[in-house]
């Protein structure tokens, strides 16, 4: 149950700025409970006030999830004054719900990323205490063999010296150009293209394709995005993998 002014909840839902809403007001067409609302400072349940614009009756929720297959060359922010962000790539009824991307995929980077603007879900997910895990799909310059495997699962120490976690390593198909799927459970700075570089070989294209429990829609395009299921955000929610 919320109670917020009629204008809050209006503005919050898209529907116009304060200024719009005050003028929408005096023309008639926002009802609360069937009643012409003319003061819009006053309060309403959201759950058991029906609120109606122009015919229209207000579904309000204070947070949305979305997932996104984010393309290459698009940063994962919500404002740059240079590049195109995720939140660029959103249809535009959901700005009034500010959202931001939970944790971040490399510029060149493509995948699955979250966008929400529930803060408590997106703290849990990227709280270095929850170790959630991170699925990869990568191409690997360089032969990755049984040798690999073995240095990721006990932990790969990166240019810094730092020691990463035990990561799991998938081959799918190895030559020149590898195949591979990688599993982490922490999120350092270009973590993937580190930990292969640490044994001599370079990512050259790479995919988030799993995060906790919740896998990448494969019928998303690249820079396509939709809201989650409510059995993908139950997914989402447990934080561990299978």
Do not use: C
Request: aromatic fraction near 8%; glycine fraction near 8%; charged fraction near 35%.
């Amino acid at each position: 149950m919320a109670k917020m002014r009629v204008d809050k909840l209006l503005a919050n839902m898209g529907y116009g700025t304060r200024k719009d809403l005050k003028k929408f007001a005096k023309e008639g067409i926002i009802r609360v409970d069937g009643e012409i609302m003319k003061d819009l400072s006053q309060h309403v349940d959201t759950e058991r006030n029906e609120v109606e614009f122009d015919g229209e009756i207000v579904r309000y929720r204070e947070f949305v999830y979305l997932m996104l297959n984010k393309p290459k060359g698009v940063i994962s922010a919500t404002e740059d004054h240079v590049d195109r962000t995720v939140v660029d790539l959103l249809d535009p009824m959901y700005l009034p719900f500010q959202v931001f991307p939970v944790g971040r995929l490399d510029k060149d980077t493509e995948g699955l990323l979250i966008l929400t603007n529930d803060g408590k879900t997106a703290h849990e997910l990227l709280s270095p205490k929850k170790h959630v895990p991170k699925r990869y799909y990568a191409d690997v310059q360089g032969e990755v063999t049984e040798k690999d495997q073995k240095l990721f699962k006990k932990g790969i120490t990166l240019d810094d010296g730092y020691q990463t976690l035990p990561a799991k390593l998938e081959i799918l198909q190895t030559g020149p150009v590898s195949k591979i799927e990688l599993t982490i459970f922490e999120g350092k700075f270009h973590q993937v293209k580190r930990m292969f570089e640490s044994v001599g070989k370079k990512v050259v294209y790479l995919k988030r394709i799993k995060m906790g429990r919740l896998e990448l829609d494969p019928q998303l395009a690249l820079g396509e995005s939709r809201e989650l299921t409510d059995e993908e955000l139950d997914l989402l929610k447990r934080n561990d993998d299978e």
